[in-house]
């Protein structure tokens, strides 16, 4: 993939468009087919080459405040930091997406941060928020799905829970190959129901500089 030239390049004018559309509408958003295929088959073999003994355990929280809760979360993951070209082609079209999203929607976002997801069976993260309102930079987050079959009977869903309303459901999203997702996060509370098969994805998220004269804004 070249330099960042022509936004166009990137995403097609309807995808955009719905996606816009959607976060100013409603908040969140779900597309199939937004990145192209070739990325997207790229990230996958990524994603299940990862060798276990380079993930690790996830856990809630940011720095001093991180913990591993496994009766809370169980997925193991790795940071994505552009060391292979699937995944600066990746970082590259996200920072596009960015350029695109601070033109239409005003939002402020300074960088985002990904990393690849494993779920092996059995794997969960239960209810709750990315950001809390007042306490946290991250203001969108996504998901893309990156497995190559996906059965309903597998589970593995990410519920999405209603802003106004944390107990009702909004959507029950299947992770399948090159869904996309994405939504504001410290307005939709939201869960990975326990998955029976391996389930991979890129979870990220958009950050507005939360640094001011006092505290520098905190990493992963």
Not at 129 to 149: I, M, P
Request: aromatic share 12%.
């Amino acid at each position: 993939m070249n330099a960042l030239t022509d936004l166009d390049n990137f995403f097609t004018a309807s995808s955009l468009m719905i996606l816009t559309n959607s976060l100013r509408d409603k908040g969140w958003c779900v597309l199939d087919d937004f990145f192209s295929i070739e990325l997207v088959n790229s990230l996958m073999n990524e994603a299940n080459s990862l060798p276990d003994v380079v993930l690790q355990q996830a856990g809630v929280g940011r720095k001093l405040s991180h913990q591993v809760k496994l009766d809370t979360r169980r997925d193991c993951i790795f940071w994505i930091d552009g060391d292979t070209q699937a995944r600066r082609d990746f970082l590259i079209v996200m920072g596009a997406l960015k350029i695109i999203l601070n033109r239409s929607l005003l939002l402020g976002l300074f960088d985002f941060e990904a990393h690849f997801a494993r779920y092996y069976e059995n794997g969960f993260y239960d209810k709750h928020f990315d950001a809390f309102v007042g306490e946290s930079n991250r203001v969108l987050s996504t998901v893309l799905y990156l497995n190559d079959t996906w059965l309903s009977s597998d589970g593995g869903e990410l519920v999405i829970f209603d802003e106004y309303d944390s107990e009702r459901e909004l959507i029950r999203v299947l992770p399948e190959k090159g869904r996309f997702v994405v939504f504001l996060s410290e307005s939709f509370a939201h869960q990975v129901n326990a998955s029976k098969a391996c389930r991979h994805s890129i979870a990220g998220w958009f950050r507005v500089n939360a640094t001011n004269g006092t505290v520098i804004d905190p990493d992963r």
